[in-house]
């Protein structure tokens, strides 16, 4: 059964002017880590807004648990946890104050919830008297997803939760996102991590407001066209230049320290005959090899 379902969901902004959600429509299953996956601007906010009722479609249907988010918004909001991604907790209360202040809101105890935030207050317990003002970005962000879950939510909205925090804490995070899905609770979050997308069951890739694939991780990968390669040499910034205008190549995109090519043509000597183009034309130190595609990948050959 569906936990949470959007029927041709569209919202704007400035007048229409800006339509930042359009026609979107997806389903969510109980107990799913569902991934909204996309650049900055592409509407994931404003999706998850609309669902934690905090802002109106301006047409559409979408319900959370089986409540519509216009007539039932009363209801749904005891019922959802929703972590924005910019850190609004109260930043002159203590970490314990924020935490006690939130069940409090919510009808519940500390004590009550304890066992679903039990893993991520320990980390915070020896800064628990330090004002939130305070915390560095990864202890913001325990102290913000335990004030989400202090009334056990059904379903967890986490708006790009790791952004500018560092790797570590990223890594720690989404080990505390595992947890929170073996209880049973449905996570729907949202990142511009590309490499955050592998970690969720499903994931809706989103650009300019519209949903432009919905799958598994693996089986959008799987749907890559094309053979993919991995090529560097000297000289990098000019050879993505030469590459895009080599009547060979199809593709070209830098990735890190190699640039990622497809063939117009994948045949068994092209990866020699592209070799001695580069040579011909001065490259040194050349390197090729056929790499399987990552989520990023996948998004950028959507986008074209």
């Known amino acids: 059964m569906a936990e949470v379902v ?5 919202k704007s902004y400035n007048k229409g002017e800006v339509i930042a959600v359009n026609n979107v429509s997806f389903e969510v299953n109980k107990g799913e880590l569902y991934g909204l996956i996309g650049p900055d601007g592409a509407g994931k906010t404003s999706i998850f807004r609309i669902l934690t009722t905090l802002i109106l479609p301006d047409s559409g249907t979408a319900s959370v648990s089986g409540y519509d988010v216009v007539k039932n918004y009363k209801i749904i909001r005891k019922k959802v946890g929703y972590m924005p991604g910019k850190f609004s907790l109260y930043q002159d209360l203590t970490v314990e104050e924020n935490i006690n202040f939130f069940a409090t809101v919510f009808g519940t105890t500390v004590k009550e919830n304890y ?10 317990e020896p800064f628990k008297s330090r004002k939130a003002g305070k915390l560095s970005g990864g202890m913001k962000q325990k102290l913000a997803l335990c004030c ?9 909205f986490l708006d790009e939760p790791t952004t500018g925090v560092d790797t570590i804490s990223r890594k720690e995070f989404w080990e505390m996102i595992k947890k929170l899905k073996q209880e049973g609770i449905t996570i729907l979050v949202s990142t511009p991590y590309m490499d955050e997308a592998k970690l969720c069951d499903r994931i809706a890739l989103i650009l300019n407001g519209r949903i432009i694939s919905i799958e598994t991780p693996n089986n959008i990968i799987k749907k890559f066209p094309d053979k993919l390669y991995a090529i560097k040499a000297n000289n990098m910034g000019k050879l993505l230049n030469d590459l895009r205008n080599n009547k060979l190549i199809k593709t070209c995109f830098a990735f890190g320290e190699f640039h990622h090519i497809t063939f117009q043509n994948d045949g068994i000597n092209m990866q020699s005959k592209l070799i001695e183009n580069l040579q011909n034309a001065g490259y040194q130190n050349i390197e090729i090899k056929e790499i399987t595609p990552n989520i990023e990948d996948c998004f950028i050959n959507l986008m074209n």
Not at 115 to 124: A, E, K, N, S
Request: net charge neutral; hydrophobic share 60%.
């Open 6 to 10: 959007l029927n041709n969901i569209v």
């Open 115 to 124: 066992d679903l935030i039990r893993d991520i207050y320990v980390q915070l």
């Open 148 to 156: 989400a879950l202090i009334h056990r939510p059904i379903v967890l």
